[in-house]
């Protein structure tokens, strides 16, 4: 692969998949190539006998999206999705251009469709039973949410919960998501509800069993999709209220499964979008089925209530901010620790002094938000000196990045030098090396540049010390670090190629030590970057007309190392 096409593939892959895709296409895993548009599909032989179904996506040369059928590959990020990359970065017209499905269809009569339908379940059996789920635009009745639950079991019942499982099984439950959503678009709500429903009950139930193997997470997306179609209902004004107060309910039982199972699916959205969709009417009913959940002692309690400290309090106190006095709600909004909230809404009265106080109550991490709403409302002296005051007490980053900002936009040379030293003092990585540069006047740069790699090296941060070194042309230097401290092998790499003209022997030597850790993770990926690497010592061996020392140093690789033929057979796959 040449470097355009890893420079194609870098955005989207990790060096890891991109390089095990390479042994992926040696091996001539890939078949059955075709593309619509930009869109490259394939077929892939597993190393275990598996074959998946492999798509990408091309945009400008680059891979914008992608999806594999394997164990890894529902994000795409696969060496199956890298090879399929690799092979449509660099051969297009390999691939036979076919028309999408609908065009197949388009046209052909009721015989045909009958006979293609025999053909594809004598192929996939498994499929006869898509023929008794509902479709939109079907007079067949109304959807059983139950059928739709024992078609759910059915899909898990086939894959089992094994590690794995999850991606097969949300590829074959994706049709069954996208069902609430087309009944949504069709206006057949209670389809949609039914749908959504079935899939939930069956989902949920099956969950906890995966989560034992650190799983879960597709399923839980495949989730958030459901009840966004679901959600989209709620926005039509031509439903009636018992079908609203129905999808309501759906989506608040959801929620309540999602926070028993941890709070790490669609819990959160459900509620943004209860938020945004719910009449004022419809927030008082959810707010009375939250109350009627707490504590006896508390269901009454509105003005003074600890929301922190029950169940639900946050979200309730959502539904009910409206209805609060002006004292309850801003003392909510303390103890909920949303004090942005509180800010913005008395500057939005034009309450300075108490936003003020407010502001001067909050934690650190929320004073960003303070101070951008401060300065929306042409307040932004006042959040410059709220934030300096806290950065005096509290040396955040994030503070002085802000104070930073703000200073160069109003051109204050001495205010973005304090603040970019300050910066640096307080976390010297690239970033601050960036700020601290940019700040210094040309003549004084050397002498500051040195302080600051004293400081870089005095905290500890040697990867960042490696890069400002690249970034300033000393290469010598940064080749002496990456011999002397462990650092990422990407970083070393980068080291050895800027040397490669200016300190070949730093080069050199850093390009051993890389070859060493590629051959020592001993797998095919491994050998394959040695041989790549040995590649460029051979080659900066000629280039200083010194071939023979060149031949010298692949002699010795191959004696170190006499034992693994994959790291020979590499060796001569790259000319070496």
Known sequence: MNDAGAASGAGWFDAGAWQRGVEVGARGALFDLRHQGAVFRARAHGTEGGRYHVSVTLSGGAVTAAHCTCVAGAEGRCKHAAALAQRALAAPEAFVAVPSWREGLRGRSRAELVHLIEQMLGRHPELETLLTLPMPGASRGRVDAAAIAREADTVFAEHGEAFGAEGPIVDQLAGLAALVGRFADAHDTLSALAVARGLIESVYRHLPEFEQHAQGEDLRALMLRVVHALASCLGRESLDAETRHAVTDCLVETRQRDLALGDVGPAEAIEELLRANLEPDERARLAAMLRARLPEALRDHREHL????????????????????????????????????????????????????????????????????????????????????????????????????????????EQVRLFAETRFGIRPDQQGFAMLKASTPGPEWVTVRERAFGTMTAHGFVHELVRALLDEDLVTRAAEQVLRQP????????VALAAERSAPEAALAVYDGLIESAVAERSRAGYQTAARLAARVVALYAAR???EAGATFVAALRGRHARLRALHDELRRAGV
Request: glycine share 6%; hydrophobic share 50%; with cysteine.
């Open 306 to 413: 600890a929301w922190e400290e029950v169940d639900d309090g946050a979200f309730l106190f959502d539904l009910e901010a409206e209805t609060l006095s002006e004292a309850a709600y801003l003392a909510g909004c303390r103890r909920l620790a949303r004090h942005a909230e509180a800010v913005r809404h008395l500057v939005a009265r034009g309450a300075l002094r108490e936003a003020l106080g407010v502001a001067r109550e909050a934690p650190s991490w929320a004073l960003i938000e303070i101070a951008e709403s401060l300065e929306a409302a042409g307040q932004g002296a006042l959040a410059e000196s709220l934030l300096t005051a806290r950065s005096e007490q509290d040396r955040a980053p994030r503070l002085i990045d802000w104070l930073y900002a703000r200073a160069l936009a109003r051109h204050d040379a």
């Open 545 to 547: 007309g010194e071939v």
């Open 487 to 494: 650092t990422p092998f990407a970083l070393r790499e980068a």
